[in-house]
């Protein structure tokens, strides 16, 4: 009996160590190819991050630096950079390189050179990259959205840093100054607790940041308790304009003359004149108009009094500074009829005319200035101050109305994106 047992005991033994061996074996060997697929699978990654990843390093375009000069700056050899110049050349003139923009040179992640990429402006890329033993070049378009945002902000020193401090560039107030230019001196006017709102169009990067400005639609500026607004239409020919809520363009013209009734000029702008009193020759750098003492003298356009009194040979003179950089003087007045500081409207009567200072008779001397440089008024374009044409005035108030719906108020988040469903609407109605 102990020997059949003994044998079952030792044929069992044996089958479970063989059953243990085998076992240890079948993972051995599971193991064994799970490492090899995961060492394979590194590989693979391995061998994607050189052939795919690419490694951009970036910088700004400095002033007369060549291409080819700007490339080796990157490490790039003398000969490679000279077939990239050629490559792009075709499609791209280098000789348009600016200063400011962005060059980028990407490389894998050994060293090899990848691609070059050029920022021509907000819309495109000059874009080189190897192709066999060459390179290839393209011009390729950035994707960009257009979209209609609000914003709105508070004036505590300058309307720059009233814009800025909305989270914008200082551009849109350059605009917002262009805009409102013919009613405001934005050096002078603007008061803190001054307001402004701007309905305005940007184009949208897909990273989500701001390529460019684009229209503004709408604009609102509240200066000292008193509103200014504007909303974008076109004029009777065709070109985007700027108008009051009441159809006015907001480009108001100068008038023709500094008087209200027609007068002889009795001399003209001049860089070499002779003076009937000095009896010598010098510039005049105004015009002269003759008229009966006593003759009212109208502003030619809104601005505020820097001067009003007796200067030399000037006589009593009134000096205006206007919008947009421009200053008029009146000569040789009888009587002044505005003081110093005193804002005054297009048209209305500052002086009388005399003969005052160095005059012969009695006239208006007549000059005026734009940024330190006297201009030949009868030979200066005035600009345009048309109205909205009646046959436009139903499609003006439904552009307008549209556009000031989406005004932003202030206490609403800066730079609100408007409803998707109303840009496309906006952009169509305001051409």
């Not at 000279?82 to 040179?105: I, K, M």
């Not at 393209?138 to 257009?146: D, F, L, V």
């Not at 020759?281 to 007796?310: C, E, K, N, S, W």
């Amino acid at each position: 009996m102990k020997t059949p047992l003994r044998i079952a005991f030792w044929v069992a033994f044996l089958t479970a160590a063989a059953a243990c061996v085998g076992a240890s074996y079948s993972a051995r060997r599971s193991a064994e190819g799970q490492i090899f697929v995961q060492a394979s699978n590194a590989r693979q990654d391995a061998r994607k991050i050189q052939d795919q990843l690419v490694l951009f390093t970036q910088r700004i375009v400095p002033a007369r630096l060549p291409f080819q000069s700007l490339l080796q700056s990157f490490g790039i050899s003398a000969g490679t950079a000279a077939r990239l110049s050629a490559a792009a050349q075709p499609v791209f003139d280098l000789r348009h390189l600016r200063a400011g923009n962005r060059l980028s040179v990407g490389r894998s992640v050994l060293g090899d050179l990848r691609a070059v990429k050029y920022q021509i402006d907000v819309d495109r890329v000059l874009f080189i990259t190897p192709s066999g033993s060459d390179f290839h070049s393209e011009i390729q378009t950035i994707p960009s959205q257009m979209q209609t945002v609000s914003v709105g902000g508070k004036i505590h020193g300058s309307l720059f840093e009233g814009v800025v401090d909305a989270g914008e560039k200082p551009e849109l107030a350059i605009r917002l100054a262009e805009i409102f230019g013919w009613d405001l001196d934005f050096y002078t006017d603007p008061r803190p607790g001054d307001t402004f709102r701007v309905v305005v169009e940007k184009k949208m990067l897909a990273n989500g940041s701001m390529a460019s400005y684009g229209r503004i639609l709408a604009a609102q500026y509240d200066n000292n308790g008193r509103a200014y607004r504007a909303v974008l239409f076109h004029d009777p020919s065709g070109n985007p304009a700027y108008y009051t809520l009441d159809g006015k363009s907001m480009k108001k013209a100068f008038l023709h003359s500094p008087l209200k009734f027609a007068a002889v000029i009795t001399s003209h702008f001049s860089e070499h004149r002779f003076h009937p009193i000095l009896k010598e020759y010098r510039p005049h750098l105004g015009i002269d108009y003759a008229a009966p003492t006593g003759t009212p003298v109208q502003t030619i356009g809104d601005g505020r009094v820097t001067f009003a009194g007796r200067k030399g040979g000037a006589g009593n003179l009134v000096e205006i500074q206007h919008t947009n950089g421009y200053t008029t003087y009146y000569m040789h007045l009888s009587r002044i009829l505005v003081h110093s500081g005193e804002r005054v409207q297009q048209g209305q009567q500052i002086g009388l005319v005399g003969m005052t200072g160095l005059a012969t008779g009695p006239h208006l001397d007549f000059r005026i200035q734009r940024r330190g440089e006297f201009l030949n008024f009868e030979r200066l374009p005035l600009p345009p101050s048309q109205p909205v044409a009646k046959r436009d005035w139903d499609e003006f108030a439904a552009a307008r109305d549209h556009a000031l719906a989406f005004m932003p108020q202030l206490a609403a988040p800066r730079g609100a994106t408007l409803a998707k469903n109303a840009a496309p609407t906006a952009a169509r109605a305001l051409p």
